[in-house]
T-cell receptor
Framework: DQQVKQNSPSLSVQEGRISILNCDYT??????FLWYKKYPAEGPTFLIS?????DKNEDGRFTVFLNKSAKHLSLHIVPSQPGDSAVYFC????????????FGKGITLSVRP | GAGVSQTPSNKVTEKGKYVELRCDPI?????LYWYRQSLGQGPEFLIY????????DSGLPNDRFFAVRPEGSVSTLKIQRTERGDSAVYLC???????????FGQGTRLTVV
């Protein structure tokens, strides 16, 4: 039973455009959410996070939006760059910390030059 | 090195054999995590250490899996009587405390034949 769902396995966007990666969760106890980026043969790299007390967090080209009532979050990348091409994982924690993360299956983003 | 180091990077073993996977966390990081990533899935939590003790081992699938961190630094994940279903990438991560960003290693790809 997937508690964190990334229903679209892949996304392709044109360089310079916006990439929107979606994530849904079912566990209402989750209170901390993270996005990780993964290149082939490397471990996941932390990208951005958001606490459940916020609905938006921005870091440069990356913005994460949280809709608690819908149990939905999204990662916006704008403008998208070819180097953003990777697998993006949504993750959640119910301890307000990073101690035990529940990951989605990931979405493969391809940014076309 | 500056990052989380995992050895070996690849391990092929025969069904029924015993394997050990090693993780060297970032120096000074008190929290250490093990995750397992099967093909097409996101990382799945196995165990979390705070210092030398296992703070949460609820993700270990069965008693064939065991992990230690005797001196609060290096950790070893031990798998007895390996099965083909154990084939996956085993990821280790560390963080300064349990409440800060986790940094992942590149993983050990275990193949049981």
């Amino acid at each position: 039973d997937q508690q964190v769902k990334q229903n679209s396995p892949s996304l392709s966007v044109q360089e310079g455009r916006i990439s929107i990666l979606n994530c849904d969760y079912t566990n209402s106890m989750f209170d901390y959410f993270l996005w990780y980026k993964k290149y082939p043969a490397e471990g996941p790299t932390f990208l951005i996070s958001i606490s459940s007390i916020k609905d938006k967090n921005e870091d440069g080209r990356f913005t994460v939006f949280l809709n608690k009532s819908a149990k939905h979050l999204s990662l916006h990348i704008v403008p998208s760059q070819p180097g953003d091409s990777a697998v993006y994982f949504c993750a959640a924690s119910d301890t307000g910390a990073n101690s035990k993360l529940t990951f989605g299956k990931g979405i493969t983003l391809s940014v076309r030059p | 090195g500056a990052g989380v180091s995992q050895t070996p990077s690849n391990k092929v073993t025969e069904k029924g054999k015993y394997v050990e996977l090693r993780c060297d966390p970032i120096s000074g990081h008190t929290a250490l995590y093990w995750y397992r990533q099967s093909l097409g899935q996101g990382p799945e939590f196995l165990i979390y250490f705070q210092g030398t003790g296992a703070a949460d081992d609820s993700g270990l699938p069965n008693d064939r899996f065991f992990a230690v961190r005797p001196e609060g630094s290096v950790s070893t994940l031990k798998i007895q009587r390996t099965e083909r279903g154990d084939s996956a990438v085993y990821l280790c991560a560390s963080s300064l405390t349990g409440n800060t960003e986790a940094f992942f290693g590149q993983g050990t790809r275990l193949t049981v034949v």
